[in-house]
């Protein structure tokens, strides 16, 4: 007896489940495993682009989740609400009470000097040479070394571009009104500070505006025009320095508990990588788009003098950023590899630079023509 084709797709399932044995059988689904997570930050609550917005904190958090389908739930906590604005390193690399925090690497200069390549070198490189030494130079892969023994993976989430000098009370005309001076700076920009003769103060964002005020400090440096303004330093501080000598380009970051990180499989970590790179560019493409905005408005509306300082400041600031770099270097070999690494991609991509942006922006210059809006 023959069966045609329409009668036996009726009774595949069945017939096959005979043929199989299973009739009767459970099936058998694995259920789907899911994390929750807390991160804490080193932001003020509401802050953009660190705790909310486009590159924050609160859109990598969002992002993963979204990626993940819900697999990966990750609860942002501001500073302070968790654990203070500088102890979210520490208690990531514990893995008790979070598993991840969102901050910039030059804080933790405490626990590794050479933490704070990865965030930004003065007089070093700008956003392109930057990500590209992490990401195609070598520098990735130091940074995993340097946060191996803290038991943390980094991941790199945003990038500001150039940052400002920043803000003083009172006008600087020569490398003397930094003597004694009081000022609001991180990571190494704070040494070189030092060693000028300033005194340099690590404060978390939250606390600068209120100390500038006061008088508590003499100036202060935070991130650009855009965000400086959300902090309302322009009220505190009317001079505004325009030189990034300090911060030419600062990447944020989300450390990892190594456990928490290896609990995950490989689909997930590969989420994981892509929302931070996805935040990467969104906060440097959104920030860019605020800051000349933000500081037309300052000098325009609010009284703000801005621009460069002398240049015996810069002069100063340059030899006292290379003798601490050099001795730091020949202190520590893994200081050292990162230096050398940093600064021979530097070499090569400034070559490269000065034949394409900053000659196309110098022609464009010299022309002194635009294309008409």
Not at 54 to 60: E, Q, Y
Not at 73 to 89: K, M, Q, T
Not at 96 to 124: D, K
Not at 251 to 260: G, L
Request: net charge negative; aromatic share 12%.
């Amino acid at each position: 007896m023959s069966v045609d084709r329409r009668s036996f797709l009726k009774m595949g399932g069945g017939a096959a489940a005979i043929a199989a044995g299973t009739v009767g059988a459970p099936a058998i689904v694995k259920a789907r495993e899911t994390f929750n997570w807390r991160m804490t930050t080193t932001w003020p609550a509401g802050l953009p682009f660190y705790q909310v917005g486009p590159g924050s904190a609160t859109d990598f958090a969002d992002r993963v989740e979204e990626m993940s389908d819900g697999r990966i739930s990750i609860r942002v906590y501001s500073a302070g609400e968790l654990v203070p604005a500088f102890d979210g390193f520490e208690a990531a690399s514990q893995g008790r009470q979070v598993q991840l925090n969102h901050g910039c690497a030059y804080y933790w200069s405490g626990f590794s000097f050479a933490a704070q390549y990865f965030t930004t070198v003065p007089f070093g490189m700008t956003f392109q040479g930057h990500n590209a030494w992490l990401q195609d130079g070598g520098g990735y892969d130091l940074y995993q070394e340097v946060y191996e023994p803290f038991d943390l993976v980094p991941l790199v989430v945003g990038c500001t571009g150039v940052q400002p000098m920043g803000w003083f009370r009172e006008p600087i005309e020569s490398l003397a009104d930094f003597n004694n001076l009081n000022i609001r700076m991180p990571g190494l920009g704070g040494d070189i500070y030092n060693a000028i003769g300033a005194n340099a103060r690590l404060l978390p964002g939250g606390e600068i505006f209120p100390a500038l005020e006061r008088g508590a400090i003499d100036a202060a440096e935070w991130v650009g025009p855009f965000l400086d303004r959300e902090l309302g330093l322009h009220n505190a501080a009317s001079h505004y320095y325009s030189s990034g000598w300090h911060e030419p380009a600062t990447s944020t970051e989300v450390v990892v508990n190594r456990a928490a990180w290896d609990s995950l499989p490989n689909d997930l970590k590969a989420i994981m990588r892509n929302a931070a790179a996805a935040c990467n560019i969104t906060s440097h493409a959104w920030l860019e788009a605020q800051n000349a905005i933000a500081l037309d408005d300052l000098v325009q509306n609010h009284g703000v003098q801005f621009g460069p300082v002398p240049d015996d400041v810069i002069k100063a600031l340059l030899e006292a950023t290379d003798d601490i770099l050099h001795e730091n270097a020949a202190a520590d070999p893994l200081v050292r590899r990162v230096h050398e690494s940093y600064f021979r991609f530097k070499a090569n991509h400034d070559r490269w630079q000065q034949n394409s942006e900053s000659a196309f922006q110098q022609q464009i210059r010299d022309l002194g023509q635009q294309i008409r809006i």
